[in-house]
Structure formats: structure tokens, C-alpha cells
T-cell receptor
Framework: AQKVTQAQTEISVVEKEDVTLDCVYETRDTTYYLFWYKQPPSGELVFLIRRNSFDEQNEISGRYSWNFQKSTSSFNFTITASQVVDSAVYFCALSSTGAGNMLTFGGGTRLMVKP | KAGVTQTPRYLIKTRGQQVTLSCSPISGHRSVSWYQQTPGQGLQFLFEYFSETQRNKGNFPGRFSGRQFSNSRSEMNVSTLELGDSALYLC??????????????FGPGTRLTVT
């Protein structure tokens, strides 16, 4: 069975602070894929990043960066110099070759960035 | 390219009725998945279709069904609605075949309220 845990249900920061969202996953498959999605108040899930289990390189995209560590089964997401527009619910998700395209989502972390 | 579209965006139904939701994937995408989002259960996978065939099904009762047409458009149907079916129903489309970890792009969702 697959499982994704986002222990932080809600985080509140002041604009320009850095913030890290944690994600821990469980799977028995050796080939799997990890994702982060953003859900603003409008409700639509916006794709942010995809990582496969063989690629442990960290990724940076503007103010966003991701740290994938197989040793700890974690795929954490950091927003540098947060902005009010970053306020949203962020979901970490997992799929594996054994489960087709099915995404198993974590419970989500609600990020509130205050001005 | 146009994104994933879902119709209708909002729906109010009475217990016992049935409902059909529609999803048009991104042009060229052949995989369509459906998810239910509720405050209590979070995001849960319903089913996935690829080339008109159901490839995977989540743990939902038989009242939930779906299909995919030759143009990749998909519909999901819920019969004998229950109050607990009130949720945001999200459709996601993906370019690739089953189990290859292609990123999935989500539509804006259909918010179903059962009274």
C-alpha cells in the first residue's frame, strides 16, 4: 500500500520568510514518482513538480526548491522569500508503476502568508 | 493549448437522484482520472481511463461509475446520491500510458452538493 504523510496541516508565515513543507512517503515499489501540487482558493490543483525515484537531484525553480531524499523517504518543498500569492493548500502525491496513474495524496498543508 | 475543462462547475442535487459529470482532457491526452475531494477524507482516487478502458479503480461503491469516449472525453456518474457524496470532483488528464508517472493536469472541478 502507498501512503503520503504531510504532518504540517497549517503553517502561517510573514511575507519574505522562507518556509519548508514536509512530505514523507511509503511505497513498496522501487519505481515511483513524486509530485507537488498547489491548490489556491479557486480549487484547481496546479502541477508544480514531478520527480522519479531514480533522480535524487534537488531542483530549484525561481523561489521554489525541492529536496528529495530516498534514505528518509522524504520530498520536501521550500519556498524562499514567501509572498502573499503563495497562500494556498499544497499537496504532495505519489504514484508508482504498480498503481498505474493513480495518485495517492497527502492530507495537504495550508500555507498562509501574511503581509 | 486549452486546459482540462469540467462541466458543470456547480451542481445541487437531492438525495436519491443521480448525476453525470463531464470532463474534457487536454488535447492529445488519452488518460483521464477522477478524484473526490472532501474535508474529511481529502483527495481520493475514483478511477482512471485510458483509450476508453478503465485501467484502475479506487475503493468506492458501485454507485460510482465512469466511461471514456473515443475522443478521450470522460463522464462519471453517481447513482442514488447520498449526503456523503457532497464533494469537489476533480478530473485530471495525462499524456502518457498507464504507470509511467506522467504528470497529471487537473480541471477546475465540479462542486456537487447533495441535500
Amino acid at each position: 500500500a502507498q501512503k503520503v504523510t504531510q504532518a504540517q496541516t497549517e503553517i502561517s508565515v510573514v511575507e519574505k520568510e522562507d518556509v519548508t513543507l514536509d512530505c514523507v512517503y511509503e511505497t513498496r515499489d522501487t519505481t515511483y514518482y513524486l509530485f507537488w501540487y498547489k491548490q489556491p482558493p479557486s480549487g484547481e490543483l496546479v502541477f508544480l513538480i514531478r520527480r522519479n525515484s531514480f533522480d535524487e537531484q534537488n531542483e530549484i525553480s525561481g523561489r521554489y526548491s525541492w529536496n528529495f531524499q530516498k534514505s528518509t523517504s522524504s520530498f520536501n518543498f521550500t519556498i524562499t522569500a514567501s509572498q502573499v500569492v503563495d497562500s494556498a493548500v499544497y499537496f504532495c502525491a505519489l504514484s508508482s508503476t504498480g498503481a498505474g496513474n493513480m495518485l495517492t495524496f497527502g492530507g495537504g498543508t495550508r500555507l498562509m502568508v501574511k503581509p | 493549448k486549452a486546459g482540462v475543462t469540467q462541466t458543470p462547475r456547480y451542481l445541487i442535487k437531492t438525495r436519491g437522484q443521480q448525476v453525470t459529470l463531464s470532463c474534457s482532457p487536454i488535447s492529445g491526452h488519452r488518460s483521464v482520472s477522477w478524484y473526490q475531494q472532501t474535508p474529511g477524507q481529502g483527495l481520493q482516487f475514483l478511477f482512471e481511463y485510458f483509450s476508453e478502458t478503465q485501467r484502475n479503480k479506487g475503493n468506492f461503491p458501485g454507485r460510482f461509475s465512469g466511461r471514456q469516449f473515443s475522443n478521450s472525453r470522460s463522464e462519471m456518474n453517481v447513482s442514488t446520491l447520498e449526503l456523503g457524496d457532497s464533494a469537489l470532483y476533480l478530473c485530471a488528464s495525462s499524456l502518457g500510458a498507464h504507470g509511467k508517472g506522467y504528470e497529471q493536469y487537473f480541471g477546475p472541478g465540479t462542486r456537487l452538493t447533495v441535500t
